[in-house]
C-alpha cells in the first residue's frame, strides 16, 4: 500500500471537492482548481475527508495512487494558503523592478529583459528578492523556474538569478601558474 496514497485528506471549511468520472474540481476562498483523474484511480468523498483509492496493486496503479492523493492535496492547500517561492538576484548593478503584470530586469544584457506574469501568479519585489506566489503549486513552480532561466547563477562569480537557499557550485578560475 502506498504510504502517502493511503492518507486521508483533510478538507478544511470553505473548499468543496466535486468528484466526477474525469475531472476533480476543488473550490475554495482563493478560485477553483481542476486535475484530470487517472484509470484505475478512484476519489470519494465523506464529509470532511478525501480518499483515494487504487484498483489494484499492479505497479502502474500504484505509482498514480500517491501522485493523485498529492496533486489533490496540493490543490487544497494551494486553494487555502497558497505557495511561494522565492528567488535573489546576485550580481553588480542587477535589478529587477515590478511594472503592474511584468517584471522588468537589468541583468547584464544590453537590454532591459520583461517577464509577464502568468494570469494567477503575483510577485513583489523587495531589493534584490523576488516572491512568485498564487494558488496553483505547478504554475508558481512553473513561473519561477522561467525567471530563473532568464539568467542562470554562473558558477565562478555566482552571479545571476537563484532560489533563495540554493547552493551554487563554485569553480575556481584559472590557476595562474604555467607548465614548462
Not at 470553505?14 to 484530470?36: F, H, R, S
Not at 535573489?88 to 511584468?102: C, I, M, N, Q
Not at 494567477?120 to 519585489?125: L, P
Request: glycine residues 12%; charged residues 25%.
Amino acid at each position: 500500500m502506498s504510504r502517502i496514497g493511503k492518507l486521508p485528506i483533510e478538507i478544511p471549511n470553505g473548499v468543496t471537492i466535486t468528484v466526477d468520472p474525469d475531472v476533480i474540481t476543488v473550490k475554495g476562498p482563493k478560485g477553483t482548481l481542476q486535475q484530470a483523474t487517472f484509470e484505475g484511480i478512484t476519489v470519494s468523498v465523506d464529509g470532511a475527508t478525501c480518499v483515494v483509492e487504487r484498483k489494484n496493486d499492479e505497479a502502474e496503479y500504484r505509482s498514480k495512487h500517491g501522485l493523485m492523493r498529492t496533486l489533490i492535496f496540493n490543490m487544497v492547500t494551494g486553494l487555502t494558503e497558497g505557495f511561494e517561492k522565492k528567488l535573489e538576484l546576485t550580481g553588480v548593478g542587477f535589478r529587477v523592478s515590478l511594472a503592474g503584470p511584468e517584471l522588468k530586469f537589468s541583468i547584464g544584457y544590453s537590454h532591459e529583459v520583461t517577464y509577464r506574469l502568468p494570469e494567477g501568479i503575483t510577485a513583489s519585489v523587495e531589493k534584490n528578492t523576488i516572491t512568485v506566489s498564487g494558488y496553483d503549486k505547478q504554475q508558481v513552480g512553473q513561473a519561477a523556474a522561467e525567471i530563473r532561466a532568464l539568467r542562470k547563477p554562473e558558477p565562478y562569480k555566482g552571479k545571476g538569478i537563484a532560489y533563495v537557499g540554493e547552493r551554487i557550485i563554485r569553480k575556481s578560475g584559472k590557476s595562474g601558474t604555467g607548465k614548462e
